[in-house]
């Protein structure tokens, strides 16, 4: 039996399996009042400011007052129920506090499935086998690959003076070896349509000028330290260079 309380707790469960023959249900609430007629005589009295804390179910003020607390109690228990089974509370309502065997609980989405103990145990346990046989995510394993691809198109797209499309590639997930097919293509691409901007002999000349030292001017002055001739000297010196 899974009824009132003890399928409000199951409701709160991710599934809820029950058996054939289960009693699912009976989502309401009830207050019993028992009036004992034996010969024990018990006298109460109330605060005159708390009449309410004694209500007396016989008299049809406390009745009602009694109905309300029972009827809000139901409210939160139906709501409690539609949220935790992903249900409007109007199907939770059409069970009008009613109990379900089985198959019937399925109708209004009570539970997920019928079945039994000895099966869903027996379904468990295979899941858990099939997720221990797994194997684990070597995550340095994959950081290193990628900080290995990363690296190997970014050197390529520097030799290739197209950082920007290195930089492209790489957040683009494709192997180093397709991306460095795509710069090679685009290198070639740009050297047949703007030979301009492609390596030239002022290129190589930039990069053996960048390996020597800086060379040295000096004007070439006669032993005249005349100043007219010493800035002439400068000038003549600078025009050569």
């Known amino acids: 039996m899974g009824c009132s309380a003890a399928y409000y707790i199951a409701s709160a469960t991710s599934k809820v399996y ?17 009036y004992d007629e034996s010969n ?27 109905q309300q607390e029972v009827d809000a109690l139901g409210d939160i228990f139906i709501s409690d129920v539609a949220r935790f089974r992903d249900l409007n509370s109007s199907i939770i309502e059409q069970t009008n506090g009613g109990s379900f065997i089985g198959q019937q609980a399925m109708n209004y989405n009570l539970i997920d499935e019928v079945s039994d103990f000895e099966t ?14 797994e194997p684990a995510i070597d995550t340095a394993d994959i950081i290193a690959k990628e900080r290995a691809r990363a690296s190997t198109i970014s050197a390529k797209a520097n030799e290739l003076k197209m950082t920007n499309l290195g ?3 790489i957040q683009s997930n494709l192997s180093s070896d397709d991306a460095i097919k795509h710069l090679e293509s685009a290198s070639l ?14 290129t190589e000349f930039a990069k053996v000028m960048a390996n020597s030292e800086n060379p040295t001017i000096e ?12 800035v002439n000297a400068l000038v003549s010196s600078a025009n050569n260079e």
Do not use: H, W
């Open 219 to 230: 004007p070439k002055v006669t032993t005249d330290d005349d100043e007219e001739s010493l």
């Open 167 to 169: 930089d492209m590639l």
């Open 40 to 66: 024990t005589k018990t006298i109460e009295i109330v605060s005159s400011k708390s009449k309410d804390k004694r209500l007396d179910v016989q008299t049809e003020a406390g009745l009602n007052k009694v």
């Open 189 to 202: 691409d740009v050297e047949s349509k703007y030979p301009s901007i492609a390596p030239t002999q002022a």
């Open 120 to 133: 869903i145990l027996k379904e468990f346990t295979m899941e858990q086998t099939t997720q221990a046989t």
């Open 18 to 34: 029950a058996n054939q023959s289960a009693k699912i249900g009976s989502i309401g609430v009830v207050a019993c009042i028992n």
